[in-house]
């Protein structure tokens, strides 16, 4: 199952420019969870570009682990499923729902990632997709993709869900994780911070969120 080409990976919130439009928000996808199932499928996306650069050469196994509240709600929202669909190459944003079960299924039965390399990547849905107990220091929505020659580990990413679909890399966040919007003109967190700012701005709620676009 390729993707079609003019799938388009979005979402991606790197430290440096945390500032984002509201429209940005309103992303499609499939469900049920933003942070839970479209973010963990941008991350492995983003994952699957690695490889696909160059760097899967050699790569003959990947595995997947899940930290945090990933893996405590990650069979409810999908998580698992959404990561296989992004190691493929998909984004929320293009794959077909009703392709979603025969898609896995083909990954399920051969236990290979087909897309990923000109040679067959091995992926076991069981073995190496795994639910760790375990919470990620920087970040409750943490996962971590390990690309593997034989036994031993070539390279791996980190990467955290921050909410809304929107992802970011250990690497980018430098241990400071900085949540979208942190830049705004009146950032606000509340419908009561927001009323507190029309009534300090004397300004509308729409000319608030127009400030900070």
Request: glycine fraction near 10%; proline fraction near 6%; charged fraction near 20%.
């Amino acid at each position: 199952m390729i993707p079609e080409p003019e799938c388009i990976v979005q979402g991606h919130v790197p430290a440096a420019f945390s500032r984002i439009s509201v429209t940005d928000i309103f992303t499609s996808g499939i469900g049920p969870s933003s942070s839970h199932t479209v973010g963990p499928m941008r991350a492995a996306k983003r994952f699957a570009e690695v490889l696909l650069d160059g760097a899967g050469q050699g790569v003959t196994r990947v595995k997947v682990e899940l930290f945090g509240s990933l893996s405590l709600t990650g069979k409810g929202h999908r998580t698992d499923v959404a990561i296989v669909l992004g190691l493929l190459g998909w984004t929320p944003e293009c794959v077909d729902p009703d392709r979603v079960d025969d898609i896995i299924e083909d990954v399920r039965r051969s236990g290979t990632l087909p897309t990923l390399s000109a040679h067959p990547i091995a992926f076991d849905m069981v073995s190496d997709l795994i639910f760790s107990k375990e919470f990620h220091p920087t970040h409750p929505n943490a996962l971590t993709l390990t690309a593997f020659g034989g036994d031993q580990a070539l390279f791996s990413r980190t990467y955290f869900s921050v909410g809304g679909g929107f992802i970011v890399a250990e690497t980018e966040s430098n241990g400071d994780m900085e949540c979208p919007g942190s830049r705004e003109l009146y950032p606000f967190s509340s419908a009561a911070d927001l009323l507190s700012i029309g009534d300090r701005t004397h300004l509308s709620i729409a000319e608030i969120i127009l400030a900070n676009e």
